[in-house]
């Protein structure tokens, strides 16, 4: 068909040329690992599919939870044909072709599940082609994304379809998989007679970040790595048992790996899940817990200016002037990062994290800034009062610009009893500093300004108006 295909009815689970993760693939919900809390007894999925009664799925989660692998197992349990899309080839015409196929097989009495991999690629207009058919019934559309799907679904789509969110496998799950691939003679690795232990497959586990898929192909790697070792050392000793003996020790695991797989998406959710649990682990003067989410971006290849930005960001929202130090200190690591870049400039940018972290909290001025927003979307532009407006024309000053100006360097105190707000919005108060850190200080200066703004009500001002 092109740019879609249906699922053979023969099992292809034992054709070598195909990927572990492929082939070990769960055809039943029995052999499913994770997500018990869809497809566990009496659980949401579970009973849908036990009646039959799906109809169309929106799978979310992170790669390698079993999104695909799910759809596949609805399908047979179901007896529908099961017709996978490419998200990146596609077009209207293909899916229009699909549509009209599925429509004249649901009058035969065939049922028709459409499963799109990745389905936030697809654009509104490939997103809409499907909605008359998902409405009269003519397919079951199961969409699987690792994107939110409140951001990257259409609403008239998403409001068709349950939304189902998948977790990542636990490590002891990943185990599971892992030992049952090492054992299965048919789909598996059990003919390899690989040892391995559960320390050993605990390491691929963690370093899988609850990605299966990920996990079956290190563990595919290794398997490699360590029979070319058995072999090798079978014939440096001429032993005839070689094969027998191989096994995946911690050396190959490592080998296999490389490098951690860290999951992360700088364009996606997680990219968000990340700063924002940098984020409050700073405000909530955690520095451990900031300095790991910190090097969970680095270290995962996010933009180190990004976090910078970021991290000045929180300087002022959290700290403001509780620690006016604060802001230098995170602008000094931004100019760090920028001039020793990375990986020298990560220590710039965790000696700033953990400053914020143990500096004293205030969100003073960012309640404060948000205050006057607030009043200025729902008042209108209030007209500058005439005493505080600049009088640099004769016109300007007949008109009664800068009449009754009160110039506070020649008043006692320098503090002088004139309104500064329009009238509107007299005597509004936005700011109120707390009693953490400079903020306490700054508290009790704003206590004297008030005494010595009511003093100088009893003054007479030495100059009534002076152009500013």
């Known amino acids: 068909m092109g740019l879609f295909q249906t699922t053979p009815n023969v099992d292809q689970a034992t054709d070598?040329?195909?990927?572990?993760?492929?082939?070990?693939?769960?055809?039943?919900?029995?052999?499913?690992?994770?997500?018990?809390?869809?497809?566990g007894t009496g659980k949401p999925l579970h009973t849908q599919i036990e009646r039959d009664d799906t109809g169309s799925l929106i799978f979310w989660g992170p790669p390698g939870t079993g999104k695909t692998t799910l759809a596949k197992i609805i399908a047979k349990m179901t007896k529908a044909e099961f017709i996978e899309f490419s998200a990146v080839l596609a077009g209207?015409?293909?899916?229009?072709?699909?549509?009209?196929?599925?429509?004249?097989?649901r009058q035969y009495g065939t049922r028709t599940i459409v499963f799109i991999d990745e389905i936030h690629r697809f654009n509104k207009a490939q997103q809409d082609a499907f909605l008359p058919h998902v409405e009269k019934g003519n397919i079951r559309?199961?969409?699987?994304?690792?994107?939110?799907p409140s951001f990257e679904v259409n609403s008239?789509?998403?409001?068709?379809?349950?939304?189902?969110?998948l977790q990542p496998l636990a490590e002891d799950q990943v185990v599971v998989l892992l030992r049952r691939a090492l054992e299965d003679k048919e789909r598996g690795l059990g003919?390899?007679?690989?040892?391995?232990?559960?320390?050993?497959?605990?390491?691929?586990a963690a370093y899988s970040s609850g990605d299966a898929r990920s996990a079956y192909n290190v563990l595919e790697v290794a398997a490699g790595l360590a029979l070319a070792a058995s072999r090798k050392e079978g014939q440096k000793g001429g032993a005839t048992t070689a094969r027998a003996a191989a096994e995946i020790t911690d050396e190959i695991v490592h080998d296999a790996l490389q490098k951690r797989v860290l999951l992360y998406d700088k364009a996606g959710e997680e990219h968000y899940n990340l700063i924002s649990a940098l984020h409050k682990s700073v405000r909530n003067s955690d520095p451990d817990a900031a300095l790991y989410w910190l090097g969970r971006m680095i270290e995962a290849g996010?933009?180190?200016?990004?976090?910078?930005?970021?991290?000045?960001?929180?300087?002022?929202?959290?700290?403001?002037?509780?620690?006016?130090?604060?802001?230098?200190?995170?602008?000094?690591?931004?100019?760090?990062?920028?001039?020793?870049?990375?990986?020298?400039?990560?220590?710039?940018?965790?000696?700033?994290?953990?400053?914020?972290?143990?500096?004293?909290?205030?969100?003073?001025?960012?309640?404060?800034?948000?205050?006057?927003?607030?009043?200025?979307?729902?008042?209108?532009?209030?007209?500058v009062p005439l005493h505080l407006r600049n009088a640099p024309t004769g016109l300007m000053k007949k008109l009664g610009y800068g009449k009754d100006y009160q110039f506070a360097h020649d008043v006692e105190g320098k503090v002088a009893n004139m309104q500064c707000l329009p009238d509107s919005l007299r005597d509004r108060v936005y700011y109120r500093p707390t009693g953490e850190g400079i903020e306490k200080r700054i508290r009790e200066r704003l206590e004297e300004i008030k005494k010595m703004r009511a003093v100088s009500a009893a003054t007479k001002p030495l100059r009534s108006s002076q152009e500013s």
Do not use: W
């Open 16 to 39: 070598r040329t195909r990927p572990l993760a492929d082939r070990m693939r769960p055809r039943a919900l029995e052999e499913f690992v994770g997500q018990d809390h869809l497809i």
């Open 156 to 165: 008239a789509l998403l409001s068709r379809c349950r939304v189902y969110v």
């Open 92 to 105: 209207i015409k293909e899916i229009k072709q699909v549509m009209a196929d599925a429509e004249r097989a």
């Open 141 to 148: 559309l199961i969409g699987a994304t690792t994107e939110n």
């Open 302 to 383: 996010e933009d180190p200016l990004y976090i910078a930005r970021r991290v000045v960001r929180m300087s002022v929202e959290d700290i403001g002037l509780a620690d006016p130090n604060a802001l230098p200190l995170c602008m000094a690591a931004r100019d760090a990062v920028d001039f020793i870049g990375m990986p020298e400039g990560n220590l710039a940018l965790a000696q700033a994290v953990v400053y914020l972290s143990v500096a004293p909290k205030s969100n003073a001025l960012y309640t404060a800034y948000g205050d006057v927003q607030q009043d200025i979307e729902r008042t209108a532009a209030e007209q």
């Open 191 to 204: 003919e390899m007679k690989l040892r391995a232990s559960d320390d050993v497959l605990a390491k691929v």
